[in-house]
């Protein structure tokens, strides 16, 4: 038998559908234990008679002394201090501890949590990349106790999932032949190659709901703000009001979208030239997980002024927005501040990435798929994050490293990287971002049977077996 977990971060309650789902499409023996922060009567009912709850709040200690705290920080391996700026709500409310959970809420947090992977005996966590309080002690907790995880990632294609181990590396649980390889990589070059960006249609949402100008946009602003007001005051805890922006503070970050978007016009709109020598970074989402969550300490604003000092004469650093958000999230105090460095020349969001990629001497990415992209290309990237095997893509630790060669890329272990991405992807039928969740029963069985193999795969083979076969590379780039 396997008790497999999933935490359930909705603040309403609401049962995910793939909650519902799921256990449908798992083995008889595998038992689905449900983490939630506090009580929900509706999961009393037989509908969900499968489902095993856990409440953390439940667990808590009225008082923990200083020891319990030091103790509980210290086993879940990260300062809780890092932990409140491993979200989008803590970047935006820090240093004002009042808004923040305290060491002790987050103490109890992870008391919580071991309670529950220990008594329970979980042998598997699923998660997604989500930068909620309890999600990432959750996360923590069960590294430390060595509670394997499957991460819900993302693929690299449009609509698509990638499976991933605890250190947000894709999963590779069959081996392929070398026909299969190149007939994987084919399909895998031809659909990135036709696509101008990855989940085009998420760009209209996003374009449509921060267009204030708009009736419809409006209409569906107040409808979300008069839920959210609902949610805050009425439906949640005061303590639990510390995981979500306030209603004022989502009309605030609403108008400062609209401006945004609409004074970037007039700061990325340098045109590329094919005459220029130049290196490319692409800008995340500001307030994706995928920098808050597993780069916690990189400033991409930062990054991108230091790695402008390090550029030789004559060549240039070329920034472009995130083609979904369309400058919306950048602030407007960043956007002065790059737009007076001499040799960075920031370019419109809508240009077209692929030509960038094709003309610059490299490109740098933290994790951004740009790195695929430049990958299928053949074209030199490196990156800060952590998403690509490092035979793959090198890793760099600090700016100055661009300073020494860029090593050309292996072509065989591209396409054996790329070909695997391809073959383990899960291509859904409905778009998850359309409801953050899996609609589609077709889509929650796809991602069952992956789950399974991947589960098989992570259990059955050491750690250091699992990094040999492609799956989870670790490394540096040395100096030569």
């Known amino acids: 038998m396997v008790n497999f977990a999933m935490h359930l971060d909705e603040f309403r309650g609401d049962p995910s559908e793939l909650m519902q789902s799921l256990h449908k499409y798992l083995p008889e023996d595998w038992k689905f234990n449900l983490v939630f922060r506090f009580r929900l009567d509706y999961l ?8 095993d709850p ?19 920080e210290r086993f879940a391996g990260k300062p809780f201090s890092l932990v409140r700026l491993m979200s989008k709500v803590g970047m935006f409310h820090y240093p004002k501890m009042s808004n923040l959970p305290d060491d002790e809420f ?30 990432l002690v959750g996360l923590e907790v069960a590294k430390h106790l060595g509670v394997p995880v499957i991460f819900l990632n993302s693929g690299r294609f449009s609509n698509s999932h990638l499976l991933a181990d605890k250190d947000f590396m894709s999963v590779f649980y069959r081996k392929l032949t070398q026909a299969e390889l190149n007939e994987a990589y084919k399909k895998a070059r031809e659909l990135i190659l036709s696509e ?7 760009s209209k949402i996003v374009r449509r709901d921060f267009d204030l100008t708009s009736f419809g946009a409006l209409l569906t602003l107040a409808k979300r703000l008069f839920s959210n007001a609902k949610t805050y005051y009425f439906e949640i805890s005061p303590r639990d009001r510390k995981f979500l922006f306030s209603p004022g503070e989502q009309v605030v970050k609403r108008l400062k979208a609209f401006i945004r978007s609409k004074f970037s016009r007039f700061v990325f709109r340098y045109k590329p030239r094919t005459d220029e020598k ?28 230091q790695i402008s000092k390090t550029l030789p004469h004559g060549v240039y650093l070329y920034v472009k927005p995130h083609p979904h958000f369309q400058c919306s999230d950048i602030p407007l105090s ?5 737009a007076k460095v001499p040799n960075i020349r920031l370019i419109p969001h809508n240009a077209n ?26 074209k030199p990237v490196v990156a800060f994050g952590k998403d690509y095997p490092t035979d793959v893509v090198p ?23 790329i070909a695997n991405c391809y073959a383990h992807s899960i291509f859904l039928k409905v778009p998850y971002y359309l409801k953050s969740d899996f609609s589609d029963e077709a889509d929650v069985k796809s991602m069952a049977e992956g789950i399974v193999k991947c589960y098989k795969f992570l259990s059955g083979t050491t750690e250091q077996k699992i990094r040999e076969s492609g799956a989870a590379r670790q490394g540096r780039l040395h100096e030569p």
Not at 286 to 297: E, G, L, S, W
């Open 196 to 202: 101008k960006i990855t989940n085009p249609e998420l």
């Open 353 to 378: 990435t692929k030509e960038v990629i094709s003309n610059a001497l490299y490109s740098i990415v933290i994790n951004s798929s740009v790195a695929f992209e430049a990958l299928v290309m053949g």
């Open 278 to 305: 130049y290196v490319f970074y692409p800008l995340h989402f500001t307030d994706d997980a995928t920098i808050t969550m597993k780069v916690p300490f990189i400033d991409q604003f930062e990054l991108v002024m």
């Open 44 to 51: 009393s009912t037989p509908e969900y008679s499968h489902i």
């Open 334 to 338: 960043k956007m002065r501040r790059l």
């Open 106 to 135: 987050l103490a109890n947090l992870v008391l919580a949590w071991k309670k529950f992977f220990t008594l329970r005996k979980i042998g598997l966590y699923i998660a997604g990349v989500s930068d909620d309080f309890s999600s």
């Open 395 to 417: 890793h760099l630790e600090y700016p100055e490293q661009l300073l020494y060669p860029i090593p050309k890329i292996d072509s065989r272990k591209v396409v054996e990287y």
């Open 54 to 72: 856990f409440y953390l709040y439940e667990h808590f200690s009225d008082k923990l002394t200083d020891g319990e705290i030091s103790e509980a």
